[in-house]
């Protein structure tokens, strides 16, 4: 059961995940959801493509990524601008000062149930 804490924290950080993922390649929709899938997305449960694409959509929107149409192949293939590389370099430093942060409170959480 995810609640809506849990859902909404899910949905922040697949934004950095999908940017992750486009940064090595070029890719398109359903090789981004074999790569999540593949990698345990679905136990968390946002390997889908109801998630996945609006995501794309907005990311494409605010400028982070930019989508060309292959007609012969009938894929849309997504790759980094420079703006969506500069925004995933300031959330992969975030992410790596924020995770230890909140870490060191669930150190000390956990601590204090086993007492």
Known sequence: MDSKYVRQFKKGSLEMVLLCLISRKETYGYEILTELNSRGAQALG?????TVYPIL???EAAG????????????KYYSLTEKG???LEELLRFWKEYTGWV?????DCTEQEGS
Request: net charge positive.
């Open 103 to 107: 870490s060191a409170f669930i150190e």
């Open 85 to 87: 590389r500069e925004v």
């Open 57 to 59: 959509y907005r990311l």
């Open 46 to 50: 946002y390997a889908r493509e109801g």
């Open 64 to 75: 982070l990524i930019r989508c060309r149409t292959d007609a012969q192949a009938g894929r």
